[in-house]
């Protein structure tokens, strides 16, 4: 008996070495057996592999740590050459190690589909049954696909699964759909459960998926009508994150009232908002100016047990330096410091964002050095906002040496960094300079926008050249650019202080009759130019006026509409009808 057993420990030791060499692609036992055909070559695998690994097909062993230590070093030899034997060696070192180390099965299976593609994917499917691996193998397959980007092979791999009876579970399948561009997830959602006769059945995980994947491109419309079929048509009850994800669409878009109805929903199931709920509430409220408002939210919010967390401070402080209440600011990263959060770099970025928006150029600094001490690397939107703090200030030098920093740090500057810059220059009446830099921003690529173009029209209107600063909204024209209040109201000023009333009042109709803008904003600095001008004997047209009184009406400075009637009737420009009959 015990000779017997040596003779077939001995016997297994030689199949594992031959198995090697046949692999390896090295002589077995004579010069002819390295000269066999490709075919017998696979045959011999298939022969040797049975004669280790009987498994039969009835009843699976549970691979061992062994196999998967043999496994690996087969496929450390192996790995220097690409053939047909080495993705077979490797979809059988998959399939040996799916069920005892998926981790390492998946590596396996990422390294056979690089080297392989589709090839390997049917190594993997031709070796499962003779191997009687695990299902799971599947899954990890597809999961690898998605792993090295080959998508279109996942949904593929999927169907050509279902002729053999397999099915990918949802988990394997929610990877392959957070991957898929919109339309291409919303077809595999549709599809995949109806292809497989119901075989696959999504989980709140990939419901909300498709949730976000619509949120993302502003259909919340439809991602609301999915969340409302999820538990009566699939039977899926929606959780904390479907709920969250559609209000932060809501949120997105504007919605508010959308928003806080959904959060009514919430509380009748039970549901607890989570951080991210809140945040995006008072993220929308601070955006629409509502700061105060969003305060109170995050005093609800810790009322009702739910701990704020970085990303909701991030939100209030960036809220507060909008505002310029920098009081409220250091209050925030006082209160996120006491509850042993520490500021990220968004944070940082927040505040120095809205440090340098106010001039603290001072503070800014000192909270950009605090940055660095923590470890945090600056990125272009920090050191832009520097840059353009320091030009509004007109301090040119620290602007460039920030400048100058950034590029030391392999930073690229983008069209905001150069825009602030030649505006900074124009301010100080070096238009030659700040020329030559949108040269250089042109020559990196980068397209000049309305901004750029207007800092150039500003600056050359200062320094006395209004006929180049009129070619270059030609200029701005001709690139696609359509030119805003802030282009025609400059070069209208310009023209008033020459006093070339006539060129002015021409921009100024022009401006009307494109409707550069009628944002509130943009009407206060029209009507400003538009009494300037009139004081200085400008004479407009009825129509003219007719567009300032319906301005005024429009945001109810009634005062001011009936006086731009009265100056109509003195100046004798009302319109009379004829009756023509």
């Given at each position: ?17 031959t ?12 010069s ?64 040996l ?122 259909n ?47 509380a ?53 330096c ?10 925030m ?74 590029l030391?740090?392999?930073?690229t ?56 600063a ?20 400059t ?10 009333m ?21 009407s ?58």
């Amino acid at each position: 008996m015990l000779l017997r057993a040596a003779a077939r420990k001995k016997k297994t030791k030689h199949s594992v070495a031959t198995l090697f060499l046949a692999l390896h692609g090295r002589p077995l036992t004579s010069s002819s057996s390295s000269s066999s055909s490709s075919s017998s070559s696979s045959a011999l695998v298939d022969s040797i592999a049975t004669s280790i690994r009987p498994f039969p097909d009835y009843s699976p062993r549970k691979p061992s740590l062994r196999d998967a230590d043999l496994v690996r070093d087969l496929t450390a030899a192996l790995r220097q050459r690409r053939s047909d034997p080495l993705a077979r060696a490797t979809a059988i070192a998959a399939h040996l190690t799916a069920a005892a180390s998926p981790c390492t099965a998946r590596r396996l299976l990422r390294d056979g589909l690089r080297d392989g593609g589709r090839r390997f994917i049917d190594e993997v499917i031709y070796t499962y049954k003779h191997w009687c691996s695990h299902p799971s193998v599947f899954d990890l397959l597809l999961l690898a696909a998605v792993d090295v980007g080959r998508l279109d092979d996942a949904r593929a791999l999927f169907h050509h699964l279902l002729t053999y009876g397999v099915v990918v579970s949802a988990d394997a399948c929610n990877s392959l759909l957070a991957r898929l561009p919109v339309g291409d997830m919303l077809a595999a959602f549709a599809d995949f459960p109806q292809s497989s006769g119901g075989g696959l059945r999504w989980n709140a995980k990939s419901y909300n998926i498709a949730i976000h994947g619509l949120c993302r491109v502003g259909n919340v419309g439809d991602a609301r009508r999915i969340l409302a079929d999820m538990e009566p048509k699939a039977g899926v009850p929606p959780d904390v994150v479907s709920y969250s994800t559609l209000i932060n669409g809501y949120c997105s878009i504007g919605e508010l009232r959308e928003a806080m109805e959904l959060m009514r929903e919430m509380a009748l199931k039970g549901l607890k908002p989570n951080p991210f709920t809140y945040n995006s509430i008072m993220a929308l409220l601070c955006k629409a100016g509502r700061v105060v408002g969003a305060e109170r939210v995050l005093s609800y919010m810790v009322r009702h047990g739910v701990a704020p967390d970085a990303a909701v401070y991030t939100t209030m402080i960036d809220g507060f330096c909008k505002m310029g209440n920098l009081s409220a600011v250091y209050r925030m990263v006082d209160e996120m410091r006491k509850s042993g959060l520490v500021p990220d770099a968004i944070t940082y970025t927040s505040l120095i964002h809205g440090l340098c928006r106010s001039g603290k150029m001072v503070e800014a600094h000192n909270v950009f050095e605090e940055m660095l001490s923590e470890g945090l690397n600056p990125d272009e939107i920090v050191y832009t906002a520097l840059i353009d703090g320091y030009c509004k200030l007109g301090r040119m030098t620290d602007a460039f040496r920030a400048h100058n920093e950034m590029l030391r740090r392999g930073l690229t500057p983008n069209v905001v960094t150069y825009t602030s810059l030649s505006d900074g220059l124009c301010k100080q009446r070096d238009v030659e300079a700040a020329n030559e830099l949108l040269h250089e921003m042109c020559s990196k690529g980068l397209e000049l926008n309305v901004c750029t173009y207007n800092s150039l029209i500003n600056g050359l209107c200062k320094a006395g050249n209004i006929e180049q600063a009129m070619k270059t909204m030609v200029e701005m024209e001709a690139a696609g650019l359509k030119p805003d209040v802030y282009t025609y109201t400059t070069l209208m000023d310009a023209y008033c202080k020459s006093g070339e009333m006539d060129r002015a009042r021409g921009l100024l109709q022009e401006m009307l009759d494109k409707g550069a803008s009628s944002e509130r904003r943009n009407s206060w600095r029209h009507r400003g130019l538009f009494d300037e001008m009139r004081a200085k004997g400008f004479v407009a047209e009825h129509d003219i006026y007719n567009t300032f009184i319906d301005m005024n009406y429009t945001e109810e400075n009634m005062e001011v509409a009936l006086a731009l009637c009265d100056e109509v009737v003195e100046r004798c420009l009302v319109e009379t009808k004829v009756d023509e009959t």
